[in-house]
């Protein structure tokens, strides 16, 4: 059997395939990603026969329209999505070909009302239905999902056989998959709960903020080809309920300054830190950049205090596009020990604004 994982960041696209036949499957494709995913077919001399999207997705845009414009493949989703150009609609229990390997769809509704997990005789892909270890699951408070539902789904996965090694669409921390039986040791989600008790759990969760996340569901159900269609912060770990951050992140209360007062401060002798979270390619977009930043995305941030500790008795204002992301990364300096923190408040928006008042 072929069976490798793809994508090099948090979105995990896998390909599955008869080594005999040739013919593959891509699972969860990212747009993004399609040139490489189609060079990487056409090298290893394979045939693309399905792209499947376990669930509409909230954090990426799917890749499926696309690769099935390009290709004679069938693109396949549950029958409650709303992606109008599905060619083939599945439910429980049904089975996918793919040469002589067989794949089954279970469905396993809750972070979306069209989500499935793919089962095969060793593994099973479970989509944002379940992380792995404390990251728990994709969450649920988004348009179509709903928690109660999730609770069902993971009694389900809960009586497959534990021998299965689970590989879930997103991991942010670099851990490694492992047996069905190990996560349900591990995975918060899988602790034994009434179904009241789990609504509640998750209830109690803080996470952050979903607006975007509302955007690309509704980007994803028009089926569009274009990555420019919406706006996509690509270094939050934005689907996982628990795990992404370390414990009481959230609970870290933060100081803004208005873009006023920073650009006053920046005309003075004692000047801040200024470090940008935002991804590389944002400071060359339209917004650009403040001179003299430090950079650091926000998903680097974590792992790379040590490179601010010479700067932790200073003065530091974190930046990012409109000031969500910049409010984590001071939270998790926070509480790396760092004392002077701001978050420059509205962002660059706000910044590039003042700017242009002022000439």
Known sequence: MIFQQLSPHYCRTYMVGDEKT????LIDPVLDHVNDYLTEIEKSKLKLIYV???????????????????????????QNALAGCVSRRVNEADS???????????????????SICLLLADRIMTGDTLFLDDGGAGRDDLPGGDAATHWQSLQKLANLPDHLVV???HEYRNRQSSTLREQKLRNPHFQHRTREEFVSYLNRLKLGPAEWMKDVLEVNATYARDPQNVWIPMDLPACEVQGAWDKGVNDQQVVCISAEKLYKWLNSSDVPILL?????SELTGPLGYIQGIVHIPLGELAGKLNQLRPY??????????????????AQILQQAGFEKIQVLQ??????????????
């Not at 940008?276 to 590389?280: A, K, P």
């Not at 706000?350 to 002022?358: S, T, V, Y």
Request: aromatic share 4%; charged share 20%.
């Open 312 to 329: 932790q008795q200073k003065d530091i204002v974190v930046i990012c596009r409109s000031g969500h992301r910049a409010t984590t990364g």
């Open 167 to 169: 590989y879930p669409a």
């Open 22 to 25: 040739g013919e593959v499957a």
């Open 52 to 78: 499947i999207d376990t669930h509409t997705h909230a954090d990426h845009i799917s890749g499926c329209p696309a690769l099935r414009d390009r290709t004679d493949c069938q693109y396949i989703m549950h």
């Open 96 to 114: 996918i070909q793919i040469g002589q390997i067989t794949m089954q769809a279970i469905f396993t509704p809750g972070h979306t009302q069209d």
């Open 346 to 359: 509205g962002g660059m928006i706000a910044w590039l604004d003042m700017r242009k008042a002022k000439n």
């Open 276 to 280: 940008d979270v935002r991804e590389l």
